[in-house]
């Protein structure tokens, strides 16, 4: 997963959720050295809580993205977050 463009990680899951799989992994991918130039904001939920995981992502363009984990999985949010940082990159090789 490309992470060198992500300004921003905010997530929301009720760590007892079986729904809550994809927002624990994503952060879990994030490198060691990921706080240092990642904002990343992590809210629990109490375990009784309905309220549905979420995930809002943050780059450097500016662009926002608040992504479904339970309906994307994890393989989804990783396609999302690097087709977003491919094309960042290009535009970088590109403009020197």
Known sequence: MITRFLTDVSTTFNPFSRHAKTARLFLS???PTARQSIKIETTLLPRASRQPSALHLKF????????????LGIKGVVE?????????????ALTG
């Open 60 to 71: 450097k363009d500016g662009k926002e993205m608040r992504l479904d984990p339970a309906k």
């Open 80 to 92: 999302e977050v690097d087709r977003h940082s491919r094309l960042l990159g290009r535009q970088e």
């Open 29 to 31: 991918f994030l490198p």
